[in-house]
């Protein structure tokens, strides 16, 4: 499969993703672990049958670097959801993780020692102040939200700062599982297919650590209001079809990401995904018409300008622009 395969995946997947998680966490909010778990076993039982062959396939990366691997992204997949829990709004946690293409790039420099251009600096910048903005606006929000007494106005406005803590936390792991990812492919070549299956079955058994909390949910959601599944006709609690939604919308997100990694380098791959979670974003705020104000939008716009400028978008217009007598007039 090539990258512009790979992009649709992740665009039509992940996007779809975002639709059936916000369904899931307007009812159950702290629904973050059950998801996580539904979505690793659901990955983990289809690459042990078409992967691994059931057991037979030995890996062609050591067990060894996937259990590194699979450390950031357990970590990173179950902060993430679990963020959520703490008046963490849907469209600021869609902008805040966009800040991916910051953490990688500050990372970048650090373990690689690598160099970019001044457009590049300035579009994290861009990207950063975005973010910054709708982090800012976001926060009195949460107080307004909460104009009760005192007391519990400052205790939401602290479960929101330790729900941006661990978004913050979780944007770094996964900045630096990336820079991993991409220097094991250096090294053993790559195997998109194998990875996803190790970093999904893997850590299987720390869900033991988070049992109580998916089982409660799992009596939550056979509890909800009951509903026919079109085409096959069975009558299903909703939460559970829409968990069924999410878990599939997931594997072809998350799929088409891995298979970017493999195509492309780490900032590319981080890109696309920042450009998927603007246009989420985008349907997220129209659909489920969630609260979002102007000082949103000018956040949200200069996210989208830094992401612009990052690819060279400009650069590469002018050049078609200019045409071939633009090339030649650089050779005399």
Known sequence: MGPGAAVALVFVGCCSNVVSLELLVRQFPGCGNIVTFAQFLFIALEGFVFETNFGRKKPAIPVRNYVIMVTMFFTVSVINNYALNFNIAMPLHMIFRSGSLIANM??????????????????????????FICTIVSAKQVNVANEGSEEESFYAFVRWLIGIGMLTFALLMSARMGI????????????????????????????????????SHCLYFSQSTPTVVPVVGVTVPIMWLYLLINVVTQYVCIRGVFILTTECASLTVTLVVTLRKFLS???????????????????????FLGTLLYTEVWSSVRAALRGPDGKEKKTH
Request: proline fraction near 4%.
């Open 106 to 131: 500050i990372l970048g420099i650090i373990i690689l020692k690598k160099r970019y251009s001044a457009s590049k600096y300035l579009s994290i910048a861009l990207v950063s102040a975005g973010i």
């Open 180 to 215: 991993f990812q991409e220097t094991l492919y250096k090294q053993y070549g790559k195997h998109s297919k194998e990875a996803l299956f190790y970093n999904h079955c893997l850590p299987l058994p720390g869900f033991l650590l988070l049992s109580t909390d998916i089982y």
């Open 281 to 303: 974003l985008i349907f997220s705020i129209m659909y489920f018409q969630n609260p979002f104000t102007g000082w949103h939008w000018v956040g949200t716009g200069v996210v």
